[in-house]
């Protein structure tokens, strides 16, 4: 990845524009040192119409009849319905899962997509606008997490999908200069591979599931990444410790969670006819998209396949669906369950109101898109180039359904492939890619072999701290020798890096300052069999006192070629001292 280290930059976000789904991430340069999954995601979005908070907001945005923007997500897709409920949208500019247009071999500056309802604009205004709205509300967030920060210290990273070729990847630069982001501070980046950065620093526990990080150097994996509108397949080759490579051409299928929707849709034409559904999606169109909405929301809930299980899928049916049947049929939906010529009779009901399924139903729906995508891995699986792939990692929104997991892994994990789920893989690309961009700003960089971190006391918590570590002191009772890491275990690290902290110390005569090393990711406290100390002073014995009032000291860590330097300084003397302790590293990055 060729890229300018950004000087002085204290912060990396990443966002993600998908097919159906928006958000964005961001941690500080601090916090990676110190934890590199520490990655905030953005605030929640309002979904109005039920009060519900989304992870993500939908891909959409609106203009006004002047072509000024009006709104983006949740916003802009009420707007607009509460405009055509009124049948008052029509000067107005609506675009919903525009990324689809940028899926073409080329694709040109003066590009004109469509609206909603015909009306063609420039895409490049759209995409700019889009970027916009989301670095302007990134930037909100990130103030009141660090309200000293400025943009000229944030490293942005836009993904894109690897099939996208060149010119489309200029695009979206352009647009994303067009919005306010320099291009000396962005990044592109593939969302397969920032996929596989995240899962090159995640050391979770998945049981007798190895990780990508525990693979070794040769290993050839691919990254499956199933979103809304699509999916899209990489292979990648572990080069190094912390370097992959593509291993194979990417490729894709027009196949996601939307997919999903339209199977549904499909289905419930067999069910009522295609002109009660198409009616429907005219004529009542707001309730339609609802509808819709709802779906979405349930199909996250569709469980793995249990022949035992006796669970049955709810949804509502709305009333407009109910009278547009019964005009076109002479009878209600629940008098067609009903009857006896009813091809899914006591499979499918009414009850309040809502329709239930059996749940094997709602999982076939579902098999009529995973079959497509996995004859589409099990045809790339048989080429001779890729008969080495060792293990599938499957990330994206669509992936967080039970039975997608589920279906991949009695598809694809046997004695001579495992297939991996990171945990939360619908956020996975977007931390992967707020990792991406702080290691792209580290240079000649090595690994930490180790986490380091220093012993703290805390507020004793009954059930939760150990009563072997209690102590009482100073008016309170505590937890003593709580592990605090400052650096972790696989951290990229440049000579020279520098932290400082203060430390307040009550009891100064008493206080004692120690360091301690483990390999244990979660190490909790200091006398963990996995922690061994480094080093360890009293105090008042090396920078003593004046009084014996409370006292701050300074410490700073220097991380040099081979060797932690630690410098306290007491404030009130301004007396130093200082220790060292060898560094062990992985490697070069």
């Known amino acids: 990845m060729a890229h300018k280290p950004l000087k002085n930059y204290l912060a990396c976000v990443a966002i993600d524009i998908g097919t159906t789904g928006t958000g964005y991430a961001f941690s500080t340069l601090e916090e990676f040192r110190i934890n590199q999954l520490d990655v905030t995601l953005n605030d929640p979005w309002t979904e109005e119409f039920r009060g519900l908070l989304a992870l993500k907001a939908p891909t959409c945005i609106l203009f006004d009849p002047t072509m000024k923007f009006h709104a983006f997500g949740y916003e802009a897709e009420n707007k607009y319905t509460d405009l055509a409920t009124k049948d008052a949208h029509g000067d107005w500019y609506y675009f ?84 306010g982001i320099k291009s000396s501070n962005l990044i592109i980046a593939n969302e397969s591979n920032a996929a596989s950065v995240f899962c090159l620093f995640d050391r979770s526990e998945r049981g007798n599931i190895r990780g990508l990080d525990t693979q070794p150097v040769g290993t050839k994996y691919m990254v499956v990444d199933i979103g809304g509108g699509t999916t899209d397949i990489t292979v990648h080759e572990r080069v190094s410790k912390m370097e992959i490579r593509e291993a194979y051409e990417p490729s894709g299928l027009s196949l996601g ?23 429907f999606r005219v004529q009542a169109c707001n309730e339609f998209v609802k509808w819709i909405k709802e779906f979405e929301r349930l199909k996250q809930d569709v469980p793995a396949i249990d022949k035992k299980a006796k669970q049955a899928f709810l949804i509502h049916i709305p009333n407009r669906l109910n009278e547009i049947y019964k005009s076109l049929n002479d009878k209600t939906i629940s008098e067609l369950t009903e009857s006896g010529k009813f091809k899914y009779k006591g499979k499918i009901k009414m009850t309040d109101g809502k329709m239930q399924f059996e749940m094997n139903i709602i999982q076939d729906v579902f098999k009529t898109v995973t079959d497509k995508i996995s004859d589409h891995l099990t045809t790339l699986l048989k080429l001779d180039e ?18 997608v997991q589920q279906t991949m892994i009695q598809k694809y994990q046997n004695s001579k492939r495992c297939v ?59 937890c003593r020798g709580v592990f605090k890491p400052f650096m972790m275990a696989g951290t990229p690290v440049k000579v020279g890096t520098t932290l400082r902290n203060e430390i307040e ?12 090393k483990t390999d244990k990711r979660g190490a909790e406290y200091i006398t963990d069999d996995t922690c061994q100390q480094v080093c360890k002073v009293w105090m008042n014995n090396v920078l003593p006192a004046k009084s014996k009032k409370p006292q701050t000291y300074v410490v700073k860590y220097t991380f040099s070629e081979n060797e932690l330097i630690i410098e306290l300084t007491l404030k009130e003397t301004k007396n130093k001292y200082v220790i060292t302790s060898e560094l062990e590293f992985e490697g070069m990055f």
């Open 96 to 179: 919903e899962r525009f990324k689809l247009h940028l899926f073409k071999t080329e694709i040109a500056m003066d590009l004109q997509i469509e609206d909603a309802i015909g009306k063609k604009v420039s895409a490049l205004l759209v995409v700019t606008e889009a970027i916009k709205y989301i670095r302007e509300r990134a930037l909100a967030c990130l103030a009141r997490h660090q309200p000293q920060m400025r943009e000229h210290q944030v490293q942005w990273v836009l993904t894109v999908p690897s099939i996208w070729k060149q010119s489309t990847t200029t695009f979206i630069q352009a647009a994303a200069t067009k919005a």
């Open 257 to 279: 969670g939307v997919a999903v929707d339209e199977a549904f849709v499909t289905f419930m034409i067999e069910l009522l006819g295609e002109g009660t559904m198409n009616r």
């Open 386 to 403: 890729l008969s080495s792939v060792l293990m599938l990692i499957f990330v994206g929104g669509t992936v967080e359904s039970k039975l």
């Open 420 to 478: 991996l789920y990171p945990n939360e893989p619908g956020t996975v690309v977007l931390k992967g890619a707020v990792i991406l961009g702080h290691v792209a700003n580290v240079v000649d960089q090595r690994l930490l072999r180790h986490t380091y971190g220093s012993g703290i006391k805390v507020q004793f918590k009954e059930g939760v701290h150990p009563e072997k570590l209690k102590i009482e002191s100073a008016g309170g009772v505590w």
């Open 505 to 516: 110390a009550v009891n100064y005569e008493d206080s004692v300052f120690a360091v301690y």
